[in-house]
Every structure is written in C-alpha cells, then in structure tokens.
C-alpha cells in the first residue's frame, strides 16, 4: 500500500462519482473511460498484467467507443 | 481493508445509478460500474505480493500472484463488453420506436 | 409516493447493504488462509504440465479451456443479437472522414497496431496477453478505420462478409483442437502433446498457440462486427 495506490484510489473514487453525478451521457462516457484507465493502473500495481491489458484494450478503448455510437444514434422527439 | 472499502463505494454508486437513473443508458453504465467494483475486489484481494504470475525464462520459480482469479476476471472483462453493447443496442431500437431514452416516459407510453 | 419519500427509502436501503456488505466482509479470512489446492496445483505444476510459461494463458486455454469456449459463444450470441436487431439493408452512414493530417498519421501508425496486436495474439504463452486481448486490438483497426477515414473505407476494406468467414474461421478452429484432443488424447480440448517443442519458443505449449489464433480472430471479428452494425443509420431522417 505506497503513496501512489492511495492516490490512484483517490483518482478511481472521483472519476466514479463523476459518472455517476452528471446527467449527460457525454460526460459519463467520458468519466467512464478515465475510471478505467485508472483501474488499469491498479491492476498493474497489484501485478496481475493480462488484466490491465484487457482491461486497457477493452474498457478504455472499445467500450468508449461503443458508448459513442450507441448515443450518436439517439434520437430526442420532444426537445425539452 | 482499503479495498474493501472502495469496492463498497464503487458498487454502491453503481447500484444507485442502475436504480436511481431514469435514463436507460446511465443504468448500463452503472451495471459497467458494478462490474469493474467486482473485478478490482477479486485482483485486490488474491494479490500476495508476489510476481506476475509468468514464468521468466531460464530462472526458479519465484513466488507468484494466483492465476486462477486472474483468468476468471479476464474472462468477465470480455462477456461484460459484449452485454453491454447488446444491451446498448436493445435501447437503440426502444429509442427507435418511442423516440425517448427516459424509463418513466417509456412506461408512460405504454398505458 | 412522491420522488422524495422514494429518493429516502432507496438511501437508506442502500447504506442498509453497505453496512451489510461491510460487516461481511470483516468475518472473511485473508488470501493466504484460504484453502486453495487448484491454486497452488496450478502454480507449481502448470509449466511442466503445459508447458506454458504464462500461466494465466495455461488456465485459460488448457485446464479451463472450455469456459473459454463457452465465453466464444456467449460473444457469437451477442453478435448474432446485434445484427439481427439492427440488420437493415441500408448502406451504414459515411463521412469523408477526418482531416488529411489525421488520415496520414494513422495511415503511418496502423501498420504498426495491427503488428502489435499479431504479437500479443501469437506470444500469448510467453508473455502477457493472448487470444481476447489482441482481438480485440485488431477490432481496434476496424474502429479506427470507420471513425478516420468513413466507413465506406471500412466496408470496401474489409467487408461484413470477410469479418463473418474470420469469426467462423476463428470459432471452427477452436473446435477442430477440441475434437483433435478427443480422437488424438482422450479427452475434448486436452493439450495436443506432440506438438510441443522445446520451452520458450515461439511453437511451444502444444495447442495454446493455435487456440490463442483462433480465439484471437473470433472475438476481433466479432467486436469489428458490433461496432460496425451499431454505427449504421437505423432512422431515415435527419438529426
């Protein structure tokens, strides 16, 4: 437990509640990817590196980008 | 104890956005959320301290984190991706159809 | 019942669960004083029973090879979920792409992500990663490609077509080991042991390598096939 896994826990916490907090899907995709950036961090600090691989390759980079296409393509009817 | 503490609050959060949220697609991402909580419970917890559990070339063994939860975690990372965008697309077509993405409009509609 | 009286009761039924989770979690034992026998099996005899130097690729590949064929098949129903739900025979929605400096930066840089994501995929038993993840980096090239230079470069490039006979190829290669293991070993995806060579090389560990290929194609197929139906233009007017 050193001084960089406690920030990097700070860091997770954070990027969480930001997602969770906003109303935009936008910003939540956004936060999302960064929450899994820095989990991927974690799992390198905790050794285990077939994880932060996929978890780089998957929760960074794919799941960002099915998230982009799945809310460019809805559709608001009523403009409130 | 640390990390228990963190899987709690980010489960948590997870769990308040799946029910809390009336938007369809901030219930997905907090399943995602709920997930990711899980997996860095399960590598958290299984790690000793030792090394990646890879065997270096031409040296004894040294000791090792478990593989075993690190292949489980694996596995669910990929399974996790592909619900999510089969999830994503089923709320595509529901926007398709009722032309909102708010889960009370949507029971609305249908009375 | 208004939003506030709800907003309250789901509060308190959710500290109600954390405080529960929380004191579960305070009667659990550590790590170490788990009975784990597969565990240490595995760490102490899973080079020489596979020889496999990565040993998370061991577990998933040789011991527990058939979770992965189940997990193979959970990733072809989601994508047979996906087309079947937004098949349309609508050309998919094309930009002209990015700007020119973008396109040739990638242009320069694909090459090498696609070379990255061979060598994760092919030294899956030697050093970190294996058949998903370098998949899902040759997905990456599919993505990259329909986001810079439109998708119709995309289509032209690799078609639905080329990506299902990948899928097919990928998951039929898994299958064809397995069957192999029964007719040659005995059992169904047990470790081909006449192809293993000396440890550390590039063709060790019996089937792994050959499984990690057909995994690795399966699931980038697969993915570039998600991403691909989901950017297609499911509504005609504009927005």
Redesign the interface.
């Known amino acids: 437990m050193n001084i960089l896994e406690i920030i990097l826990l700070i860091f997770l916490v954070f990027s969480a509640v930001m997602t969770v907090r906003f109303d935009e899907e936008l910003i939540s995709i956004i936060f999302l990817s960064i929450f899994s950036l820095i989990l991927t961090a974690l799992y390198l600090l905790h050794k285990a590196a077939d994880v932060a691989l996929a978890e780089a390759v998957i929760g960074a980079g794919l799941n960002t980008a099915i998230f982009m296409s799945a809310i460019s393509q809805i559709r608001h009817s009523d403009s409130d | 104890m640390?990390t228990?503490?963190?899987?709690?609050?980010?489960?948590?959060?997870?769990?308040?956005?799946l029910?809390?949220?009336t938007?369809l697609?901030?219930n997905?991402?907090?399943l995602?959320?709920m997930e990711?909580a899980i997996?860095?419970w399960v590598?958290?917890?299984?790690?000793?301290g030792?090394?990646?559990?890879?065997?270096?070339?031409?040296e004894t063994?040294g000791k090792?984190?478990?593989?075993?939860p690190?292949?489980l975690?694996?596995?669910g990372?990929?399974?996790g991706?592909?619900?999510?965008?089969?999830l994503?697309?089923?709320?595509?077509?529901l926007?398709?159809f009722s032309?909102?993405?708010d889960r009370d409009q949507i029971e609305e509609l249908n009375d | 019942m208004n939003k506030l009286v709800k907003k309250t009761l789901i509060t308190a039924v959710l500290a109600a669960a954390a405080f529960a989770l929380y004191y579960n979690f305070s009667l659990l034992p550590g790590y170490q004083d788990l009975e784990k026998g597969i565990s240490d099996y595995i760490i102490t005899y899973g080079l020489h029973d596979t020889g496999s130097l990565n040993l998370i690729t061991a577990v998933l590949y040789d011991y527990r090879a058939f979770d992965s064929l189940g997990e193979s098949t959970v990733i072809f129903g989601a994508v047979s979920g996906i087309v079947l739900i937004l098949s349309r025979k609508m050309l998919p929605v094309s930009s002209k792409g990015l700007s020119f400096i973008v396109k040739r930066t990638l242009g320069i840089m694909t090459p090498f992500i696609a070379l990255f994501g061979f060598y994760v995929i092919t030294h899956g038993h030697l050093s970190p990663g294996g058949g998903f993840q370098g998949g899902v980096i040759l997905a990456a090239i599919s993505i990259i490609f329909s986001i810079v230079y439109g998708s119709a470069f995309d289509y032209r490039r690799y078609s639905p077509q080329t990506k299902t006979v990948l899928e097919t190829g990928g998951a039929l290669t898994f299958l064809v080991i397995g069957l192999a293991g029964i007719v040659m070993e005995g059992a169904f995806l047990k470790n081909l042991g006449f192809l293993t060579a000396e440890r550390g090389t590039l063709i060790s560990a019996g089937s792994i390598p050959y499984i990690n290929i057909g995994v690795g194609f399966k699931v980038g197929a697969g993915l570039a096939i998600i991403f691909y139906s989901m950017i297609q233009k499911t509504f005609e007017e504009d927005f």
């Open positions: 640390l228990n503490l963190i899987f709690i609050i980010l489960f948590m959060l997870g769990f308040y956005a029910i809390m949220k938007n697609i901030k997905v991402i907090g995602n959320l990711a997996f860095f590598i958290s917890f299984s790690d000793i030792g090394e990646v559990s890879i065997h270096k070339f031409g063994m090792f984190n478990d593989p075993v690190q292949a975690t694996l596995t990372i990929v399974i991706a592909s619900t999510a965008a089969l994503l697309t089923l709320i595509i077509e926007n398709k032309g909102t993405i």
